[in-house]
């Protein structure tokens, strides 16, 4: 059992630092580190503007999802690693060809996650707010107890997405009815209570116990975990096999619609093409790609799972925490808040097409890494019907409709210019960013800085928020370049 | 390094001093050879020896560190995408992206490559190989056999002057591996050329006209399979002799 245990890690930092090298993982949680060090003696300051208790929520919910995430790379199969890292496979598929039952595997890559993930994310944050806090007048109490809560957080989100992928496994159905109930419990309680904070902690009690603190609730979050983790562990099977699955043909039909799209270059007819109309081919070839893209997403059922996970529930979460700025800010202010980031999470659409896709595949293919990089921006912005309808809701919702134009705008040029940034310095890899130092604190430096001014200007009037619009200029350089770097270098991961 | 006999003509592969890094790791030291049109050629080597990067190289998917090489007079270091627009690839260790159809990733090939008529080349090619029970299953359903004949129905599925081929028999059945050996040696009759990479030389020596030995990043010998044999000697005691010496 040990062993196992040792492998599996020695497994996951191989596997980050194959990707990112070796200095530059290193130094990602000296990152968390630093951040949370110097985000410590911010709060005194953001107290005035957020109430501490969203603080915790927020910094929970956070760990949370981290844990989700974490939960579904691990068990996504041995498909999902194939098209991730080539040839790649990891420890906990090895049943199939080793004395071993997959629960033990399954077991021992818990513990690992857990204890892994622990160094990583968690023990670099709550020491750099423990080592602040004295600075700050913070009770020691609260760094020590965020070693536990943060843990507790994790877990619930890392078993919470082992039993949905358990319960999937058996019953696309069942996850849809457990989602939709879980859903419609918490806005059966806010509805009951009005306090949407006193229901965030209900449902995120790693934070609640953090903020009043007691046994009995450590014990409840322990059972919670516990609860949600057994049923997953005997349910387990980390690839089902459910027989060929066969389609119609949907390759050309699809391309046909698509080429009718006004944005898309149109009217492109095989016919037409010759080895000198280079303009007619690439579009052909980009069309085909999208095309592909498109197909992938609605049979993999990633779409579906990453529009859930990467982008309603982390942007939702985000929304509720905000509104309980409404003694302070204006909803305008507040939507464009939303808006902001809004657009950094579309921008990680990006990364939904690119992260599961298995680019050696086109390698051999009279394609340049340009045109595929392209072929994934438009497949991109015809997603951003996603973060528009999104924005459209809650702007309906929160009464600030005459806002959304607005805020859509904005939106869609931080995505944008965060996409540019992604593809200048990761190309067709940008969940490189995740764990490398060095691409983190780039694409953070050439980020917030205009999303805050421009944030400030459309706090001053709605109106200026169009203001973001500027952003086109250095995204276009951006991308222009990237195009032009890619098609010269060795992909990275290649 | 060996010149051809007469009667074969011009090369449409030339390797010249052809060199891989990978950082400190020399995957393929300064390797040259040429291809004459119209042959079946195989690069043999053992696991690791730099076949697959000599492949890559060859097709412009990774950079050349040192060297250059041309298929068809066309430099993948000036032009990669001419380079593999006008051939057709199968790699060691590619599938078919998973949910795609069989149809629909040929189909999927076809414009890439701008062809037409891509349904009626894909229907032969689906009776060629036998698979056409098989057309409208997504690729990550299909057996590693299958996923083969994919592949290889999509280098040859317009019929491309030179065909590049990383072991080009691997994870077919007998039934089919005599089938595809038997197109391959039929394939070059009108001018066509098939360069193949394998460490299987009882297949190299069955197929190819002419043949280089690959060991651990360097080229050792290249020859003739006539000429071996007319001396009656078998490519695998030769590759044993050659590496030994190594």
């Known amino acids: ?494 | 390094m060996r010149r051809y006999g007469a009667g074969y003509m011009e090369p449409v592969i030339e390797a010249q001093g052809l060199t891989k890094d990978y950082g400190e790791l020399r995957a393929v030291d300064g390797v040259s050879f040429s291809v004459p049109k119209g042959a079946v050629f195989g690069l043999l080597g053992q696991n690791g020896s730099g076949k697959t990067t000599i492949i890559k190289m060859l097709t412009g998917q990774v950079k050349i560190t040192e060297g250059d090489c041309s298929i068809l007079g066309v430099s993948p270091k000036v032009d990669p995408v001419r380079v593999r627009s006008l051939i057709g690839i199968i790699p060691e260790q590619e599938t078919p992206p998973s949910f795609l159809t069989s149809i629909e990733y040929l189909q999927f090939v076809g414009r890439i490559r701008g062809m037409g008529d891509i349904d009626e080349k894909a229907e032969f090619w689906f009776d060629f190989l036998d698979f056409a029970d098989k057309k409208d299953v997504l690729c990550k359903d299909l057996s590693r056999g299958t996923r083969q004949k994919l592949m290889f129905a999509q280098a040859f599925l317009d019929s491309p002057e030179v065909a590049v081929i990383d072991e080009p028999l691997i994870n077919l059945d007998p039934v089919m591996q005599r089938k595809v050996k038997d197109f391959l040696k039929s394939y070059t009759k009108d001018g066509r050329t098939v360069f193949i990479s394998t460490h299987i030389l009882e297949n190299a020596q069955e197929i190819c006209d002419s043949f280089a030995v690959l060991h651990r990043g360097a080229l050792l010998y290249t020859g003739s399979v006539a000429e071996l044999n007319e001396k009656g000697r078998k490519l695998d005691d030769l590759f044993l002799e050659l590496v030994n010496r190594a």
């Open chain 1, 1 to 494: 059992m040990f062993e196992i245990f040792v492998c599996m890690l020695k497994e996951e930092w191989r596997m980050h630092s194959t990707l990112f090298g070796n200095l530059n993982f290193a130094l990602f949680p000296i990152l968390i580190f630093g951040m949370a060090f110097m985000g410590t003696f911010l709060i005194p300051f953001t107290s005035r503007l957020m109430d501490v208790n969203m603080l915790a929520v927020s910094i929970h919910s956070m760990y949370c999802i981290m844990g989700l995430m974490v939960g579904s790379f691990g068990i996504m199969g041995k498909e999902m690693m194939n098209r991730r890292f080539g040839q790649g496979s990891l420890l906990i598929h090895s049943a199939r060809s080793l004395p071993i039952s997959e629960r033990r595997l399954f077991g021992n890559f818990v513990v690992k996650d857990t204890l892994y993930y622990f160094m990583l994310w968690i023990l670099p944050f709550c020491l750099g707010f423990l080592i602040a806090s004295p600075f700050n007048a913070i009770s020691i109490h609260y760094p020590l107890l965020m070693f536990v809560t943060a843990s507790l957080a994790f877990l619930t989100g890392m078993c919470t997405v082992f039993i949905l992928s358990s319960v999937y496994s058996r019953s696309r159905a069942a996850l849809y009815a457990v989602i939709v109930l879980a859903f419609a419990a918490f806005v059966a309680l806010y509805l009951l209570s009005g306090d949407i904070m006193r229901v965030m902690r209900l449902f995120m009690l790693p934070s609640e116990i953090f903020l009043n603190f007691s046994f009995p609730l450590l014990i409840i979050s322990a059972a919670v975990i516990i609860v949600l983790f057994i049923p997953a562990i005997f349910l387990f099977s980390p690839e089902t096999h459910a027989g060929e699955k066969r389609y119609i043909a949907a390759l050309c039909p699809l391309y046909d619609r698509l080429s009718r799209l006004p944005f898309i270059r149109g009217g492109i007819d095989a016919e037409k093409v010759s080895e000198k109309d280079f303009v007619y081919a690439a579009a052909q070839k980009e069309l085909t790609i999208i095309a592909k893209d498109f197909i992938d997403l609605h049979r993999s059922g990633i779409g579906i799972g990453q529009t859930l996970f990467s982008f309603v529930l982390p942007v939702g979460l985000i929304w509720l925490v905000l509104s309980v700025l409404s003694d302070v800010l204006m909803p305008e202010q507040i939507f464009m808040v939303i808006a902001a980031v809004t657009g950094i999470i579309a921008s990680t659409m990006y990364t939904w097409l690119t992260e599961f896709e298995s680019f050696s595949a086109y390698l051999f293919l009279p394609v340049k890494v340009s045109s595929i990089i392209r072929a994934k921006i438009m497949t991109f912005s015809v997603l951003h019907v996603v973060p528009a309808v999104f924005l459209i809701v809650i702007a309906a919702v929160t009464g600030v409709l005459a806002s959304a134009v607005f805020a859509i705008v904005f939106a869609f040029s931080v995505s944008y210019y965060a996409l540019a940034i992604m593809v200048r310095y990761s190309g067709l890899s940008p969940s490189l960013m995740l764990y490398s130092a060095s691409f983190f604190l780039r694409y953070s430096l050439f980020l917030m800085p205009p999303v805050i001014i421009l944030l400030g200007l459309a706090f001053i009037a709605t109106g200026f928020s169009l203001a973001a619009l500027i952003l086109i200029i250095p995204s276009y350089f951006l991308l222009k370049g990237s195009f032009e770097k890619w098609d010269r270098e060795d992909l990275p991961g290649f």
